[in-house]
């Protein structure tokens, strides 16, 4: 089991930037696939980025692609999101999600461990 810990949300203005990180400690960290989802209220989570275990294979949910990079830090046991251009419809809880699979992977199910999640709020 991996235990994840987000932060980095916070309160943003359209246009502007955040990151997000996911901070990872259980079992051996470079060995899994990660990914970032949201869920805004009342819908589905949905998958926003994964990233492959060596950090050289990403995707993109089609909202955030050009807009949002994922990326990974395998010494510090680490995930990043760094989220440019934040539009109104970004406003949702970011998780962290870690797979027993080295491969990006896009949907719910095939995450095994989940952070707590992270508000992200965009508004003028």
């Known amino acids: 089991q991996v235990q994840l810990v987000e932060s980095g949300g916070g309160s943003v203005q359209p246009g502007g930037s955040l990151r997000l990180s996911c901070a990872a400690s259980g079992r051996t960290f470079s060995n899994n696939a990660m990914g970032w989802f949201h869920q805004a209220p009342g819908k589905e989570r949905e998958f926003v980025a994964g990233?492959?275990?060596?950090?050289?294979?990403?995707n993109y949910g089609d909202s955030v692609k050009g807009r949002f990079t994922i990326s990974r830090d395998n010494a510090k046991n680490t995930v990043y999101l760094q989220m440019n251009s934040l539009k109104p419809e970004d406003t949702a809880v970011y998780y962290c999600?870690?797979?027993?699979?080295?491969?990006?992977?896009?949907?719910?199910?095939?995450?095994?461990?989940w952070g707590q999640g992270t508000q992200v709020t965009v508004s003028a």
């Open positions: 990233i492959s275990w060596s950090g050289g294979s990403t």
């Open positions: 999600a870690a797979s027993n699979l080295r491969f990006v992977l896009t949907t719910t199910k095939m995450y095994n461990d």
